[in-house]
């Protein structure tokens, strides 16, 4: 089963605010899914994976 993280897990992994997360999540910049009425959103590791090589790839070291 693939490793899914929390926002929070995340946002330490990339070094962003939780909130900044949340703001590419709503952007479609990274794809989660909601836990629940109340839960927070979830991130599969492989989804991360996608983010650090898009932004490497803008950056031109990719």
């Known amino acids: 089963m693939e490793k899914v993280l ?3 897990e995340v946002a330490g992994m990339l ?3 939780e909130e900044y997360v949340r703001e590419l999540i709503r952007q479609r910049k990274i794809k989660a899914y909601k836990e629940g ?3 927070g959103y979830r991130i599969t590791m492989d989804e991360v994976k996608r983010y ?3 932004k490497l790839k803008e ?3 990719g």
Do not use: E, N, P, Q
């Open 52 to 54: 650090i090589h898009r």
């Open 37 to 39: 009425r109340r839960g």
């Open 15 to 17: 070094r962003l605010s």
């Open 6 to 8: 929390l926002t929070k």
């Open 59 to 61: 950056a031109g070291r």
